[in-house]
C-alpha cells in the first residue's frame, strides 16, 4: 500500500511509519521535525519518503499534499494537548489547540480528498477524551469531539464514493505528549501496542478503533450516563 501519515516524528505517528515500512508498504511520513524525518527515511531508505510539514501552514500543507495522488491509506495523527487552567482562563490556548487538531486536520483533508477513491481509506486519529468533561479538558478533549463528528458526517458523504472513513480513539498512551502529563494515566499502553491495534483495526476496517478494550469500553459506558452523573464522576477524577 502507499501511506500517507502525519504527525509521523513522534508518538503513535512514528511508530505506524516504522511498523507499516517494516512491512513493506511505502510510506509518506509527514511532520515538522526535520531530523526526525531524516531518520525515518535512514532506518528505511526503501520503504519511507519525508514529507517536512505543519499542518498549521495551510497554503502549504494543501499545496504538498495534493501532489500526492497514488493513496491507499491516510492517517491523519498530527495533534497537539493543552489543559486549561481555570484560574486564568485563556480562548488563545483554545486557538492553539484547535489549529492544529481541527483546522490542521481539515487541510489535510482538503489536500488528499480529491484524490481518494472507491477503497481508499482515511483515518482521523482522536482520542477517548472526548466521551467524559474531563478535568482541565475542555480544549483537548473538545476538539477531539469535534473531529469525531467530523469523521461520523465524512463517513455518510464519503459512502457514495466508497472511501471507507475510520476513527482511532485510544485511552492513555506513553509518547512525548503523555510524558509531561502531572496525573496518574490508568491502563496506559505503549506506542507498540497503540500501533498494533490501530494497523489491525485499519484492517479489519473497524468504525472505530478504541483501546485498550477494557478503558474504552468503560468510558463509554460512563459517557451513556446522565450528564449530572458524568460530572459527579469525573470531578472524583
Not at 486557538?95 to 481541527?102: C, G, K, P, T, W
Not at 481518494?116 to 482541565?136: C, D, E, H, M
Not at 505528549?177 to 500501533?195: H, I, L
Request: aromatic share 8%; with cysteine.
Amino acid at each position: 500500500m502507499n501511506i500517507l501519515i502525519t504527525g509521523a516524528t513522534s508518538g503513535i505517528g512514528e511508530q505506524l511509519a516504522r511498523d507499516y515500512a517494516a512491512a513493506g508498504h511505502k510510506v509518506i511520513a509527514c511532520g515538522r521535525n526535520q531530523s526526525a524525518l531524516q531518520q525515518l527515511v535512514d532506518a528505511y531508505p526503501q520503504q519511507i519518503t519525508a514529507q517536512q510539514l505543519d499542518v498549521t501552514d495551510a497554503a502549504t500543507t494543501i499545496a504538498r499534499l495534493r501532489g500526492y495522488q497514488q493513496l491507499d491509506l491516510v492517517i491523519l495523527s498530527a495533534g497537539v494537548c493543552e489543559y486549561v487552567d481555570i484560574d486564568s482562563f485563556s480562548s488563545a490556548m483554545f486557538e492553539r489547540v484547535y489549529e492544529v487538531n481541527i483546522f490542521g486536520m481539515l487541510r489535510c483533508i482538503e489536500a488528499v480528498l480529491p484524490n481518494l477513491k472507491a477503497g481508499n481509506q482515511l483515518v482521523l486519529v482522536g482520542s477517548t477524551a472526548r466521551l467524559l468533561p474531563f478535568t482541565r479538558a475542555e480544549a483537548y478533549g473538545s476538539s477531539k469531539a469535534a473531529l469525531q463528528y467530523i469523521a461520523r458526517s465524512l463517513q455518510v458523504d464519503l459512502s457514495k464514493r466508497g472511501v471507507v472513513v475510520q476513527t482511532v480513539s485510544p485511552g492513555f498512551v506513553k509518547t512525548p505528549m503523555t510524558a509531561v502529563n502531572d496525573f496518574a494515566m490508568p491502563m496506559a499502553v505503549t506506542v507498540e501496542f497503540a500501533s498494533q491495534a490501530i494497523r489491525t483495526g485499519i484492517a479489519k476496517k473497524r468504525t472505530d478503533i478504541t483501546f485498550p478494550r477494557l478503558f474504552g469500553w468503560l468510558l463509554k459506558f460512563l459517557s451513556r450516563l446522565p450528564q449530572s452523573w458524568q460530572v459527579a464522576i469525573s470531578k472524583r477524577f
